[in-house]
Structures are given as structure tokens and as C-alpha cells.
């Protein structure tokens, strides 16, 4: 199951960045840009806690996990 989640979340993480570049190649306004940009920024940031409450703060057991 947390792996499943941790596939969605890499997923909708690459989609947003996506997301972002295409709006910003088609000039998009900038709170649409800003917007994606914060999500990006809260689903990285969700996947990085998991991580850290699954393997600890050792980086060697990080690096192993990603």
C-alpha cells in the first residue's frame, strides 16, 4: 500500500512539472504558474516526510528507499 502511494505521489509530482513548463512556454498568467508551483512544492514535500518517517534520517537508507 505505501508503495502504491508513494507511485501516485512520484506520478502526480512529474505531472505537475509537466504541467508547469507547458504553462509557462504558453505564457500562462502567472498565479496559474505560481499555483502549480505550490502544489509541486507540497507533494515533493509530502513524499520527502514519508520517506523520513519510514527510513529515519539516515541518508544511506534514503538514498537506498528512492
Known amino acids: 500500500m505505501q508503495e502504491r502511494l508513494f507511485t501516485l505521489l512520484r506520478q502526480e509530482r512529474k505531472r505537475l512539472e509537466q504541467a508547469i513548463v507547458k504553462a509557462e512556454a504558453e ?14 512544492r507540497i507533494v515533493n514535500e509530502q513524499i ?19
Do not use: F, T
Open 27 to 40: 505564457k500562462a498568467h502567472p498565479s496559474d504558474v505560481k499555483r502549480l508551483k505550490v502544489l509541486h
Open 48 to 66: 520527502h516526510r514519508w520517506m523520513r518517517e519510514l527510513y529515519g534520517d539516515d541518508p544511506q537508507q534514503l538514498m537506498r528507499a528512492a
